[in-house]
């Protein structure tokens, strides 16, 4: 089902980057929304347009991006219109994000507790009233003048019950190793520490366990999902891999070359995939292989470059099922079990 009362309203979104070879266009109005307490897994192949989405979403494209349309309504603000001011109150506080490949943004001169305490300090307000409460305010008479500065020792408490909370072993010892002391599964963590800080109402994970092995990228799943179920938070979880969408997700998008092909719950994605693109990514997905009719392997042929994506379906020059009119337009988004099911997909063949 689609949520009734979203959190997180994308309506028509369009993203380009205008290089010295022309404009990218890297999304291609895509409308999605995300609910209080769910869990959307967004997914796609390399250079579907996941990341810029999420880019978007957070006022941080490169400086040669741009929203050019469409609407991202969180609380009712469109954050597409919002100045950075407003924006950069809402980054790591209200919606915060596990960047791609995030674990190298660790800065190596710091422990990993002073990295995690810096957000305390950035948003004293954030502090756990349960474990030592927000920093108090110093009055004059009944003018609120200031918040105290919070002491270390404020801070230290905090930070070692959040590294504990992530699952860091003996976190008060840990919180003052260098990001190098430390496994890849425990940077990750102490990662995903730093995003959860500010107890964020949205949480936008991408490809956060694409570098891990397996049992540690279950357990990355795993903490996740506790974090995201504990504190009714919402997250986004972008990946390639479709397992990790069936082990978190609710309900999840399929992007291909800056649209979403197919959406729908997890339950009809897996039972009742529709679109070629989507069936294509169940067949080179190992043990998921859904069509019988062929051979399990990867799409046969590569995603479109941005700078000139097909005219019609963008999948219609991969698609083995492609007939004339798949070449000529862009399918419309068409209702699969009617309206009221929530799923979706463009495709001309249904
Ligand atoms: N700074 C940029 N300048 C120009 N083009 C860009 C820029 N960033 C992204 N793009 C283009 O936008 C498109 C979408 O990229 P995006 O990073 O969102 O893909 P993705 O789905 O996250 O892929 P991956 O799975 O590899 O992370 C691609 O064609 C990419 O080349
Ligand atoms: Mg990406």
């Avoid at 693109?277 to 043990?287: A, D, K, R, V």
Wanted: aromatic share 6%.
């Amino acid at each position: 089902m689609v949520p009734r009362t979203p959190l997180l309203e994308v309506r028509d979104l369009r993203t380009s980057f205008f290089t010295p070879d022309g404009e990218v266009r890297a999304v291609r109005g895509i409308s999605f929304a995300l609910g209080a307490g769910e869990t959307l897994g967004i997914v796609g192949e390399s250079g579907s347009g996941k990341t810029v989405t999420a880019l978007s979403v957070l006022g941080l494209l490169a400086a040669t991006g741009k929203i050019t349309g469409g609407e991202l309504l969180f609380h009712g603000e469109d954050l597409a219109r919002a100045p950075q001011k407003t924006l950069r109150k809402i980054r790591g506080k209200k919606i915060s994000m596990i960047f791609q490949d995030s674990v190298s943004s660790l800065n190596p001169l710091m422990t990993i507790g002073k990295q995690v305490g810096e957000m305390f300090t950035a948003h004293p307000e954030a502090l756990d009233s349960k474990a030592g409460g927000p920093a108090p305010f110093l009055w004059h008479g009944r003018r609120r003048l200031f918040r105290r500065a919070l002491s270390g020792k404020e801070i230290d408490k905090q930070v070692t019950a959040l590294l504990s909370g992530v699952q860091i072993p003996d976190s008060g010892k840990r919180r003052h190793f260098y990001p190098h002391e430390l496994s890849g599964g425990m940077r990750q963590r102490a990662m995903i520490a730093i995003a959860l800080a500010c107890r964020p109402e949205i949480l936008i994970a991408d490809e956060p366990t694409t570098a891990l092995d397996l049992t540690i990228q279950s357990q990355i799943i795993r903490l996740l999902k506790n974090a995201g179920e504990e504190a009714g938070m919402s997250i986004i979880f972008i990946t390639h891999d479709l397992g990790l969408v069936a082990e978190l997700c609710s309900r999840a998008i399929v992007m291909y070359a800056g649209m979403i092909m197919e959406e729908a719950s997890v339950d009809d994605l897996f039972d009742a995939p529709s679109h070629p693109y989507t069936l294509g990514l169940f067949n080179s997905t190992p043990g998921m292989e859904t069509d019988t009719a062929r051979k399990p392997g990867p799409i046969p042929g590569s995603h479109p470059d941005m700078l000139r994506p097909p005219p019609g379906c963008p999948f219609s020059p991969r698609c083995a099922s492609a007939g004339p009119r798949c070449f000529d337009a862009p399918p419309p988004r068409r209702a699969i079990g009617g309206p009221e099911s929530g799923h979706f997909a463009r495709c001309w063949l249904l």
